[in-house]
């Protein structure tokens, strides 16, 4: 039973390689959203980018440098044009 849907909506979840960030990235992909998952290390969110991306989900990993690599909600809103979930 779907509780809710966010098809169409971008959410950011930082913190996404492990723990609450993990859960919610998981939760807000199986709901409809299109998902950025977010942590220092990108190799640590990669097998949950492809576990999504595999389960067809439309998923994006990046890695978040702060001071070195833009905001991640900047990122968002430069290149996905809009965001309507941020998990930080």
């Known amino acids: 039973m779907e509780q809710f849907s966010l098809a169409g ?3 950011l979840v930082t913190g996404a390689s492990s723990g609450f960030g993990h859960h919610f990235a998981g939760l ?3 709901n409809g959203a299109r998902v950025v998952l977010g942590a220092r ?3 640590k969110i990669q097998a949950r980018v ?3 991306t595999a389960a ?3 998923v994006l990993g990046l890695p978040l440098m ?3 690599l833009p905001r991640p909600k900047t990122f968002c809103l430069n290149r996905l044009k809009r965001l309507a979930v941020l998990i930080s």
Do not use: N, Q, V, Y
């Open 56 to 58: 067809g989900h439309e």
């Open 28 to 30: 807000l992909a199986e």
């Open 50 to 52: 492809d576990a999504l």
């Open 41 to 43: 290390r990108l190799d």
């Open 9 to 11: 909506k971008t959410a």
């Open 66 to 68: 702060f001071g070195i």
